[in-house]
């Protein structure tokens, strides 16, 4: 699993936008940025949709008047399930990114088999991260949800 300190490994996330869809690299996403990232097991799951994704769209405002240039909300599902999912929520201030083959999660160390729910995909876990490295480091265990909060990241940005 990666740590803190560690660079993010050269892997692509896609986004479906107005524009069509974008092939996004780890410079286009990173590169002289500091990001919050977080990842959820599923668009329109339940805990992800009543909870992890809202607290991060009501908080986007403190969490970025704390010097944070983007917020990234990444899943193993396809670029139009995520902009889809994003729409519904209302979701402007946050880009939501697709990793539908789970290599970005699996080079990460941070996948997991669901099984019949959905094969291969995230841990639920959020990341602070300075020019592709992770400065932050936060993964739930099991089924909590507690340490990649919106509230709790803010906490440590």
């Known amino acids: ?20 869809m974008q092939t996004l690299t780890n410079e286009d ?49 396809d670029a139009f399930v995520m902009k889809a999912w994003g729409e519904s929520q209302n979701a402007e201030e946050i880009s939501l990114l697709a990793d539908g083959d789970a290599s970005f999660t699996k ?20 990341m602070i991260i300075d020019n592709a490295e992770v400065t932050g480091l936060f993964v739930e265990q099991g089924k909590e949800f507690e340490v990649s909060r919106a509230e709790y990241v803010l906490e440590k940005i």
């Open 29 to 77: 996403l990173f590169d002289g940025k500091k990001v919050v990232l977080f990842a959820v097991p599923g668009a329109f799951t339940p805990t992800c949709s009543n909870a992890h994704l809202p607290e991060f769209i009501t908080l986007a405002d403190k969490i970025k008047a704390k010097g944070v240039d983007a917020i990234y909300c990444v899943s193993v599902n």
């Open 107 to 126: 080079a990460l160390g941070l996948d997991k088999d669901t099984a019949g729910f959905g094969g291969t995909r995230s841990s639920r876990y959020a």
């Open 1 to 20: 699993m990666i740590e803190q300190g560690q660079k993010l490994p050269d892997v692509t996330l896609t986004q479906l936008t107005n524009d069509g």
